[in-house]
């Protein structure tokens, strides 16, 4: 099981940004996907962002396109999620995901992946 930390989360103002980052304790000899889920209270567990092993591919959920951007780095342990016009709705607790099969959607993250502890973003006026 590969451990996640997460960093970046806070407070901020509707229309700011903020840069969320994730590292990997330990570099896999597979090729794994990685990206973030978040979730607020009531809600459903959402997909945010992922990016394959290459960042060649990149999926965002609807809700964040054209707001939120992902990478990595070449190393391929860390992973940053720039989000730029923050509003309310983008509160949440977001989760740093790895998915060992690859998938940049990480469709098989709930089942096999690894998951972080989660970082609070709080967007409020």
């Known amino acids: 099981q590969v451990h996640l930390a997460e960093s970046g989360g806070g407070l901020v103002q509707p229309g700011d940004s903020l840069t969320l980052s994730c590292t990997a304790s330990?570099?896999?000899?597979?090729?794994?996907?990685m990206g973030w889920f978040r979730q607020s209270p009531g809600k459903d567990r959402e997909f945010v962002a992922g990016?394959?092993?290459?960042?060649?591919?990149?999926a965002y959920g609807d809700s964040v396109k054209g707001r939120f951007s992902i990478s990595r780095d070449e190393i391929k342990t860390t992973i940053n999620l720039q989000m730029n016009n923050l509003k309310p709705e983008d509160t949440a607790v977001y989760y740093c995901?790895?998915?060992?099969?690859?998938?940049?959607?990480?469709?098989?993250?709930?089942?096999?992946?690894?998951w972080g502890q989660g970082t609070q973003v709080i967007v409020s006026s």
């Open positions: 995901v790895l998915d060992p099969t690859g998938s940049h959607w990480l469709a098989f993250a709930a089942d096999q992946g690894s």
């Open positions: 330990a570099r896999t000899f597979n090729s794994p996907g």
């Open positions: 990016i394959s092993w290459d960042a060649r591919n990149r």
